[in-house]
């Protein structure tokens, strides 16, 4: 987690309250907590982050660490001139273990002098509790801070806490969703058993660059109860739900954390691969209102 002295942003430092998102005067965007919530992974596969060259940042000089650098010849070279054969994780260096990782996120963030934050609302398989997001509302050199939550609203996404087995393809895990081969769109439910999957997943998303992101029906009823309306059936095993009433929506739970407001993301993705949206259309005008089948 970057400072604003770091970031080159240092004159942008103060002490005021920002009640308003105009009063502030710099953000920290920052809507992936892999770089904590993943450390027993690293722990248990090291070798993955030891390359200073391409993960720079995860392992540090440290006296007494478990490692040393790898990465191009010259670079670690460099670095075990400047700093020693002596390495370990940052988190070590910092009096964190393996487990730490959520207590560390919220207290860097907390320690940052950021008059905004860009966050997600959840840590793992886990929502944000109340009384973390207000710790981060308030900034060390004095004032109060804003605190914006993550929302995307224009693809699902496979770590969230709507992702339910009936909708999950198990091997490769990923969204069961429709497709568009040569021109002709295909509904989730023509390519796999329907033993009652949604059938308003549309593609994968961005391409296919993200195996874990599908563009939905983004007007469809369950879609909306999914993000603004709450009652929705669906809800991922491996999600913690018991922060939460049945049927909370995104939104709901957006609130009920505490947040003061929510970033909406991937709106473009209404708009999207026009190929992709005249195929769907062509569907459509052949097999009106069927992504509303029961």
């Given amino acids: ?48 982050r030891l390359d200073i060259t391409n993960t720079a940042g995860y392992l540090v000089p440290f006296a007494g660490g478990r490692f040393q650098p790898t990465g191009t010849a010259e670079v670690v070279a460099q670095a075990v001139a400047d700093h020693g054969t002596e390495w370990d994780f940052f988190w070590v260096a910092k009096g964190y273990t393996q487990y730490d990782g959520r207590k560390a996120y919220i207290e860097e963030l907390a320690a940052s ?21 207000e710790t981060l509302q308030w900034k060390p050199q004095g004032g109060r801070r804003q605190v914006i939550a993550y929302l995307s609203i224009g693809t699902t996404e496979l770590y969230r806490w709507y992702a339910d087995p009936v909708m999950v393809n198990p091997s490769p895990r990923s969204f069961r969703r429709g ?8 509904p989730a439910r023509e390519r796999f058993k329907d033993d009652g999957i949604p059938n308003w997943m549309l593609w994968a998303a961005y391409r296919g660059q993200y195996a874990s992101e599908s563009t939905p ?30 049927g909370r929506s995104s939104i709901d739970r957006i609130v009920d954390m505490g947040f003061d407001g929510v970033y909406l993301d991937n709106v473009s993705r209404a708009t999207a691969f026009d190929a992709n949206w ?6 459509n005008d052949a097999h009106p209102r069927w992504y509303l089948e029961p």
């Fill in 1 to 48: 987690i970057h400072d604003p002295i770091p970031a080159g942003v240092a004159h942008t430092l103060n002490r005021n309250n920002v009640d308003r998102m105009m009063d502030a005067k710099n953000y920290l965007y920052m809507i992936s907590t892999g770089k904590y919530s993943n450390w027993p992974d690293w722990e248990t596969n090291p070798a993955s």
């Fill in 113 to 133: 002098a950021w008059d905004v934050f860009y966050i997600d609302a959840h840590f793992g398989g886990s929502s944000l509790t109340r009384e973390e997001v």
């Fill in 179 to 186: 497709t568009v081969e040569s021109g002709t769109f295909i």
């Fill in 217 to 246: 029906i983004w007007w469809h009823p369950e879609w909306r109860d999914i993000i603004v309306r709450g009652g929705s059936p669906y809800k991922s095993p491996d999600y913690d739900h018991s922060q939460f009433a049945d």
């Fill in 278 to 283: 005249a195929a769907l259309q062509a569907y």
